[in-house]
Nanobody, 124 residues
Framework: QLQASGGGSVQAGGSLRLSCIAS????????MAWFRQAPGKGREFVAV????????QYGDPVKGRLIISRDNAKNTVYLQMNDLKPEDTAVYYC???????????????????WGQGTQVTVSS
């Protein structure tokens, strides 16, 4: 089970930190990812972090502003969101998957487990 939290409403330029706590799985065996879905749009890849946390990858729209990290001792993955823009408004989902081809790590259809989502709203 994945439980996301930390969403809210902020003005452009502000910051938020999302958290996702995992249960029922051996956390340090799973890469963890964040996706987002804006109203009327498909679910978009945001960021992913490897099991040990030594490698990360980001979607182009968020590079340089959002930072993914994890604490394996707390079974938690974070998304630090800085310099937020109105186009970042979306429901943010954490996700993970069974070990798979690393070349597909940004593809939402390869993820098996999803959190319930947390709403982020950025006003101009």
């Amino acid at each position: 089970q994945l439980q996301a939290s930390g969403g809210g409403s902020v003005q452009a330029g502000g910051s938020l930190r999302l958290s996702c706590i995992a249960s029922g799985l051996t956390f340090d065996r799973y890469a963890m990812a964040w996706f987002r879905q804006a109203p009327g749009k498909g679910r978009e890849f945001v960021a992913v972090i490897t099991r040990s946390g030594e490698m990360t990858q980001y979607g182009d729209p968020v590079k340089g502003r959002l930072i993914i990290s994890r604490d394996n001792a707390k079974n938690t993955v974070y998304l630090q969101m800085n310099d937020l823009k109105p186009e970042d408004t979306a429901v943010y989902y954490c996700a993970t998957r069974r070990p798979s081809n690393p070349n597909t790590i940004t593809i939402k259809g390869t993820y098996d487990y999803w959190g319930q989502g947390t709403q982020v709203t950025v006003s101009s």
